[in-house]
């Protein structure tokens, strides 16, 4: 297992660190961190709403099955994402290792 995500059940939990105003929205995984780039500017929440429809996309899940666990305001941020049905090409290998 990775610093960065762990198996709870059937939920994944991912530990991040979020880089907004990004050119494009990318997934980044780093050996002891995950990095995510979304375009959303961390103005009212929006950069934590896209993040949270970014994650769902990628995860084959209804935005409503990703949830900000904790880092509201940072850009340190704990996600759940509940029962994915898709893992991302460039996370799958560490993700499907920790099952």
């Known amino acids: 297992m990775t610093a960065w995500h762990r ?21 980044v995984p780093e050996p002891t961190r995950l990095k995510v780039r979304i375009t959303a500017p961390p103005v009212d929440g929006a950069a934590n709403a896209h993040l949270l429809r970014y994650l769902a996309g990628r995860f084959g899940v209804a935005p409503s099955r ?13 996600v759940r994402i509940q029962a994915p049905t898709e893992l991302p090409t460039e996370l799958a290998e560490q993700l499907s290792h920790s099952r």
């Open 7 to 27: 198996w709870d059940g059937a939920d994944l939990i991912l530990t991040m660190r979020v880089q907004p105003r990004a050119s494009r929205d990318a997934l």
């Open 66 to 78: 990703t949830e900000l666990v904790r880092g509201t305001t940072g850009r340190e941020k704990t």
